[in-house]
């Protein structure tokens, strides 16, 4: 199945430090996703985004919905050890979620 | 809420046999749910689309012989690897949609399967 564009695929940074990673598309989605996934485990829910242009926050996490409706991102401010996975969006289109190549981050204490 | 329970975690058999793999809805009722692979340090690729009451949708390269599917309740979808080759050792995610929110997904936890 089709895969968005992630990027970037791996970050290294310092505690304390904010990230940002981006998703984009070729298609339009009704529907962005955010996903963190932990070593061993299955992916858990961040941020749901339902409209273009949509900012939502959770905690130190913000995710926007692209007006053009073929993009996201997602800002981590003031990242903590804790914070280290990998992260996934994904969109949905059809009754189908297409997921991004993930960005693998690296939080150095 | 949205809660998906996934069993076994973990599963180690003998080429040749078969493993079943449950997924679960706790809290609510899943129509749909996906079953998807994952390679080391890749994303997740789907295999199939499991509908309650009917056929699964099995994605192109897919062997549905080899990976039955079966979606019998609202709550519950199994996936059994036929005949395991080493080839089909893997991480096996499932995901279930909640109607009350239709446009969300969520994950089991993950099935880590290891064909000796």
């Known amino acids: 199945g089709q895969q968005l564009n992630q990027s970037p695929q791996s970050m290294f940074i310092q505690e304390g430090e904010d990230v940002s990673m981006n998703c984009t598309s070729s298609?339009?989605?009704?529907?962005w996703l955010w996903y963190k996934q932990d070593p061993g485990e299955g992916p858990v829910l961040l941020i749901a985004?339902?409209?273009?242009?949509e900012l939502t926050s959770n905690g130190r996490l913000t995710a926007q919905f692209g007006i053009t409706r073929k993009d996201s991102f997602l800002n981590i401010s003031a990242s903590i050890p804790s914070d280290v996975g990998i992260y996934f969006c994904?969109?949905?289109?059809?009754?189908?979620?297409?997921f991004g190549t993930g960005t693998s981050l690296t939080v150095i204490p | 809420g949205a809660v998906v329970s996934q069993h076994p975690s973990r599963v180690i058999c003998k080429s040749g046999t078969s493993v079943k793999i449950e997924c679960r809805s706790l809290?609510?009722?899943?129509?749909?749910m996906f079953w998807y692979r994952q390679f080391p340090k890749q994303s997740l690729m789907l295999m199939a689309t499991?509908?309650?009451?009917?056929?699964?949708?099995?994605e192109q390269g897919v062997e549905k012989d080899k990976f039955l599917i079966n979606h019998a309740s609202l709550t519950l979808s199994t996936l059994t690897v036929t005949s395991a080759h080493p080839e089909d050792s893997s991480f096996y995610i499932c995901?279930?949609?909640?109607?009350?929110?239709?446009?969300?997904?969520?994950f089991g936890q993950g099935t880590r399967l290891t064909v000796v």
């Open positions: 995901s279930a949609r909640d109607p009350g929110r239709n446009t969300e997904a969520f």
């Open positions: 298609s339009i989605f009704n529907t």
């Open positions: 985004l339902y409209k273009a242009g």
């Open positions: 994904a969109g949905f289109r059809g009754n189908q979620f297409y």
């Open positions: 809290d609510f009722q899943a129509t749909t």
């Open positions: 499991s509908n309650e009451g009917s056929k699964a949708t099995y």
